[in-house]
């Protein structure tokens, strides 16, 4: 065999190697490196040697059968799905779990559903799955970290856990919390209605901010400011402590909860359940009375109404949603209140009725919104009493506070509807609306029968008050109107101009008398009368 042989057999088996190393796994198709021994003849001058090497999925990070302890707490024995989730709670002993994880690339090789579109999860971190063999319970968490080095830029108030939900195809937040912003890796949890396909990711929708829901203070300003909450739909807010405060004012009580919000659509006959958090950040045990007001309070349902927590110790309030009479959004607040501090968790729900005559659904592509802009959203109409038959109904669309008062009407407009429709409109915020939460409400009525539908959306606000910037881009727009305006009225006149001839005025002096001709020829007495007449022939 001669050395340019041997380079060769080196080279390819160095690639082969750094492809290897590369990958978690290769799949060689075609000959080995013995069988391209076998195939090179050793005496010949030069020889080809060909390896095909296709990379296939990833594959994953994965502990079946694990069994539930008597605490019914799981932790996982593989150091590598311990390092992302490092236990379970709140799920029954003797029960069998598998977890499978597969890093921030989507597993389609896996997984049969869609990927998390962008408004759906921003920066990806990690895809796993869970399946269980028993029901699980409304208080079952997720623990998970997220590395410093893999959060980058990221605030934790911004990671959130989403599922892929099947009953309507989408990558839907899970209340998150966040228990520390500063450790390393950062830790959260949150809670669960079932195991299923999950990303532990970025949530675009989610503000920074230190409170959840609405804080207020029943005896003074409460002191925020203490650790922000989590994301996707859970901020947690936080009381922080007041220490410090002129005039020597006692410290307020400082706790979190969570989520920031609860929203749902329910069927007619579908019942809700999930789960509130509060956490005592106090340095003293604090009593919480946890009550539901507003048009929620007809159909919530708590374990809970009072609880008492020590320092750092933590409770979980399982809250049952029935679905409402009406097919209206119901709204409301479950208030937690401890020492005269006072948090809400705004609560939204909607059904849809198995007697409802049509059907509304909002989708508004960016939840994202800013004061004075322009936001894209699908209007869709469904004909279920009358199918087929062209009906007009009128539709509206609202942006409200969380308690359905009006802010703005963005749209209405009587439709013909036979079946299904979907309408992609503009709409346009109010550029004096304040930053905070509210609803995109749809709402359309067919003979006094309504029915709604509602997104949640986040406004970024702008100041009343804040001076308006002149409209250059508008007036350089006008100016270019005016010169072609005016360039094109000279064109035209112009071209008139051109085809205009010089007309030569005869002046009354100049017109000679018939008398004062001479003929040079005799005439006829009536040669003017004859010449007049063959003119009018």
């Known amino acids: 065999m001669n050395r340019n042989t041997i380079v060769l057999i080196v080279l390819v088996s160095l690639i082969a190697s750094f492809l290897v190393t590369s990958y978690d796994v290769v799949q060689v198709i075609g000959n080995t490196i013995v069988d391209t021994w076998s195939i090179i003849d050793g005496w010949a001058s030069s020889g080809t040697v060909s390896m095909a090497i296709t990379i296939v999925a990833k594959i994953p990070v994965a502990q079946n059968n694990v069994e539930v302890p008597a605490s019914g707490n799981l932790s996982f024995s593989n150091e590598t799905i311990n390092a992302v989730i490092p236990k379970v709670t709140g799920v029954t002993s003797k029960c069998l779990m598998n977890v499978s994880l597969y890093g921030s690339s989507f597993p389609s090789a ?19 799955d869970m399946a269980y063999n028993c029901t699980l319970s409304e208080q079952c968490r997720i623990y998970f970290n997220v590395s410093s080095s893999v959060m980058g830029t990221l605030n934790a108030s911004n990671i959130s856990l989403l599922f892929y939900n099947t009953s309507d195809m989408s990558w839907d937040n899970l209340s998150t919390q966040v228990i520390s912003a500063t450790n390393d890796p950062r830790e959260f949890f949150a809670f669960v209605p079932h195991f299923t396909d999950f990303l532990i990711g970025q949530n675009p929708r989610s503000v920074e901010s230190g409170g959840g829901g609405d804080d207020d203070d029943d005896s003074g300003s409460p002191g925020n400011g203490g650790s922000t ?115 809400s968790i705004p609560v939204i729900i909607g059904v849809k009725r198995k007697d409802a005559l049509f059907d509304i659904s909002v989708d508004v592509e960016d939840a994202n919104l800013k004061a004075g802009s322009i936001f894209t959203a699908s209007v869709s109409l469904q004909n279920i009493g009358l199918r087929g038959v062209p009906t007009d109904v009128a539709a509206v669309v609202y942006l409200t506070d969380l308690e359905k008062n009006i802010v703005a009407r963005l749209w209405k407009e009587t439709i013909a509807v ?53 409209p250059w881009r508008e007036m350089v727009v006008y100016i270019l109107y005016a010169v072609g305006f005016v360039v094109g009225v000279l064109l035209v006149i112009k071209a008139y101009n051109g085809n205009i001839h010089r007309v030569k005025l005869i002046k009354k002096s100049s017109i000679i008398k018939k008398s004062s001709i001479r003929q040079k020829s005799p005439v006829r007495d009536d040669y003017w009368a004859e010449m007049q007449r063959s003119l009018h022939r």
């Not at 410090?244 to 969570?258: C, D, H, I, R, T």
């Open 229 to 343: 909450g989590g994301s996707g739909g859970s901020s947690s807010g936080s009381g922080g402590s007041s220490a410090g405060a002129a005039g020597g004012e006692a410290e307020k009580a400082s706790f979190v909860v969570s989520p920031s919000q609860i929203t749902a659509t329910l069927a007619q006959d579908q019942q809700h359940t999930t789960a509130i958090g509060i956490r005592n950040t106090d340095t003293k045990a604090l009593t919480f009375l946890i009550t539901v007001d507003g048009d929620a309070k007809k159909i919530i349902e708590l374990t809970e109404n009072s609880v008492t927590l020590q320092p750092n110790e933590e409770a979980i309030i399982g809250v049952t949603i029935y679905p409402p009479d009406t097919a209206q959004v119901t709204t409301g607040k479950i208030r937690i209140i401890s020492e005269g501090v006072l948090k």
């Open 418 to 470: 036979s079946t299904f429709i979907s309408l992609h409109k503009d709409f346009v915020v109010p550029p004096t609306v304040e930053a905070g939460n509210y609803l995109v409400l749809a709402k359309v009525e067919y003979e006094g029968i309504p029915a709604e539908a509602f997104e949640f959306v986040t406004v970024e606000g702008k100041s009343v008050e804040a001076k308006e910037e002149f």
């Open 110 to 128: 896996y997984w049969a559903q869609r990927e998390p579109n962008t408004t759906e999860a921003g920066t990806k971190i990690e895809y796993f």
